[in-house]
Nanobody, 121 residues
């Protein structure tokens, strides 16, 4: 299984950005796709997740209403659309896939390499 995350960059506070995660290597219909982030000096934290097959998205409280996770089944690609970005969203963002899913890192079996998002205030 390979996950390729992309789309990070330097943006200003209030801007929007969409991250992509292309998955390959197997069928993911029974898996959950998650996005996590890790700010400098902090632990990796859950951002959003959705089950690949008709899942209901789940978000951490601080991104609800601003971030949207979505899937393109035909392209085996997940997206994280982020709007109203602020400095606290600055982090390296990772996509991950796991059978168990959930909000903890140990629920995910495969991880992408991360894409960096920097929000200037």
């Amino acid at each position: 299984v390979q996950l390729q995350a992309s789309g990070g960059g330097l943006v200003q506070a209030g801007d929007s950005l969409t991250l992509s995660c292309a998955a390959s290597g197997r069928t993911f219909s029974s898996y959950t796709m998650g996005w996590f982030r890790q700010a400098p000096g902090k632990e990796r934290e859950f951002v959003a997740a959705i089950r690949w097959n008709h899942g209901v998205p789940v978000y951490r409280d601080s991104v609800k209403g601003r971030f949207t996770i979505s899937l393109d089944n035909a392209r085996n690609t997940a997206y994280l659309h982020m709007s109203s970005l602020n400095a606290e969203d600055t982090a390296v963002y990772y996509c991950a896939i796991g059978l168990a899913g959930g909000t903890t890192t140990n629920a995910y079996n495969y991880w992408g390499q991360g894409t960096e998002v920097t929000v200037s205030s």
